[in-house]
C-alpha cells in the first residue's frame, strides 16, 4: 500500500531524534546481539494520516520502513512517540532475525530489551479516533466563539481552546513549510529510463522526483509536491509503467520472431520507448509547473537539510532502442493531459 506522507521541519527533527534513540537501544540490547541485526540498515520513518486504521504505526517489511500517523507529530508527548517508534522498531528486529513478526513471546522478549513499556508491547498500538476528533471539533468551536463581539466571552473561549489544546498536545492550524511525500517504487538499481520517466511525470505535474539509496542495493523513488501533485505523480507513474512494460514485451515478441536467439536487452527497449514518450509530449510543460518543480525541490532541500544533484547518464543507441523509440512517440500521456491541466 502507498502512503502519501508529510514532511515539515518538526517531522524531520522527530524523525532524527528517533533514529539515534533507535541505534542506541540496538546497541545496548545485548539480547539482540545477531549478526543480522548488526548488519541491518535502520527502518526510515515516514509520518502519515492512516485513515484506514486507528493503528498509530505499523513496520513495512518490503521498504524497510516505520510508518507512523500523523498524530503523533501534532503535539502528543514525546514518551508517547518513542513508544509507539520503539514498538514498531521490535517488529523491524523480529522480522530481520526471524523472517516475520507477531505479537507473540518473541515480540514480548525484544519489546523488553527495547524498554518499550508492557502496555505498547502486548498489541498492535491504537489510537480512539472518534475521541481525538470530538476534541479537535470543541477546540475550533472555541476558537470561533473567540471571535466574538463580547469580549469576555471571547477571552473566555481563547482560554478554554488554549487549555485544551496544551492537555491533547493539539495547535492551530497554520501555514507552514510543508511537503507532501509518497514512495512510487523500490528497486534494487536505479535504471536510467526510470529516471527519465519520473522526469516526464513531474514535467507534466510539477511534482519533485528523487531516487534515494534507502538500504544496500535498494532504491527508492518519491514525488515530492502538494498532495494533488503526488496523487498525480504516482497515478501517472504508474500507469506509464504498465503501458511500457506491456510494449516491451510486445517487442520481444516481435523480435523473437524475426531474429531467433538474439540477446535482448529490455532496459534498451523500454530506454527507446521512454525517450519516444518523451519527445512526443514535450509540449506538455509549462513555465508554471516548471517553477512548481523547481520550488518543491527548493523545499525539500530547506526542510531536511540535504544535498542532492541531478545525475547525467549516457547510454548506447542500438536496433533495440530504435524499435522502443519509435514505439514510444504512439504512447499517450494518461488523462488524456486533462489532470495537468486540473493541477495548474
Not at 520503539?86 to 516475520?100: P, Q, T
Not at 510539477?206 to 542495493?217: E, H, K, Q, V, Y
Not at 527508492?220 to 509503467?241: A, P, R
Request: proline share 2%; hydrophobic share 35%.
Amino acid at each position: 500500500m502507498f502512503e502519501i506522507f508529510l514532511i515539515d521541519p518538526e517531522v524531520v527533527r522527530q524523525s532524527k531524534v528517533l533514529t539515534v534513540l533507535g541505534a542506541q537501544r540496538l546497541k545496548e540490547a545485548s539480547y539482540l546481539g545477531s549478526a543480522e541485526l548488526k548488519n541491518a540498515q535502520l527502518p526510515s520513518i515516514i509520518f502519515t494520516e492512516i485513515s484506514y486504521s486507528n493503528r498509530l504505526g505499523y513496520y513495512d517489511s518490503t521498504q524497510n520502513l516505520i510508518v507512523l500517523s500523523s498524530t503523533l507529530a501534532e503535539g502528543r508527548s514525546s514518551a508517547e512517540l518513542e513508544q509507539v517508534y520503539m514498538h514498531e522498531l521490535a517488529h523491524f528486529c523480529d522480522y530481520v532475525i526471524n523472517g516475520e513478526s507477531a505479537h507473540d513471546a518473541t515480540f514480548r522478549a525484544i519489546c523488553s530489551a527495547l524498554n518499550v513499556e508492557e502496555h505498547y508491547a502486548a498489541a498492535a498500538v491504537a489510537q480512539t479516533a472518534e475521541q481525538r476528533q470530538k476534541i479537535k471539533s470543541r477546540i475550533e468551536k472555541l476558537l470561533n466563539l473567540s471571535e466574538s463581539d463580547f469580549e469576555g466571552e471571547a477571552t473566555l473561549a481563547m482560554q478554554k481552546a488554549r487549555n485544551l489544546m496544551e492537555k491533547y498536545g493539539l495547535k492551530e492550524a497554520e501555514e507552514k513549510d510543508i511537503l507532501y511525500g509518497v514512495h512510487a517504487e523500490t528497486m534494487k538499481s536505479l535504471k536510467t529510463w526510470k529516471g527519465v520517466l519520473s522526469a516526464v511525470v513531474c514535467r507534466s505535474t510539477g511534482a519533485f522526483p528523487l531516487f534515494d539509496r534507502t538500504a544496500p542495493g535498494q532504491v527508492c523513488l518519491s514525488f515530492y509536491g502538494t498532495m494533488e501533485q503526488v496523487e498525480v505523480s504516482l497515478y501517472m507513474y504508474d500507469s506509464l509503467m504498465g503501458t511500457i512494460m506491456q510494449k516491451c514485451e510486445e517487442a520481444v515478441k516481435i523480435i523473437k520472431e524475426k531474429a531467433p536467439g538474439i540477446r535482448i536487452n529490455r532496459d534498451q527497449i523500454c530506454q527507446g520507448l521512454v525517450d519516444g514518450f518523451s519527445r512526443a509530449n514535450a509540449g506538455v510543460q509549462s513555465t508554471a509547473l516548471t517553477l512548481s518543480k523547481k520550488n518543491n525541490a527548493n523545499k525539500y532541500r530547506r526542510i531536511t537539510e540535504s544535498r542532492f544533484s541531478s545525475a547525467n547518464r549516457s547510454y548506447r543507441t542500438t536496433s533495440q532502442y530504435e524499435m522502443g523509440l519509435s514505439s514510444g512517440k504512439s504512447i499517450s500521456m494518461p488523462g488524456g493531459g486533462k489532470m495537468t491541466k486540473r493541477i495548474t
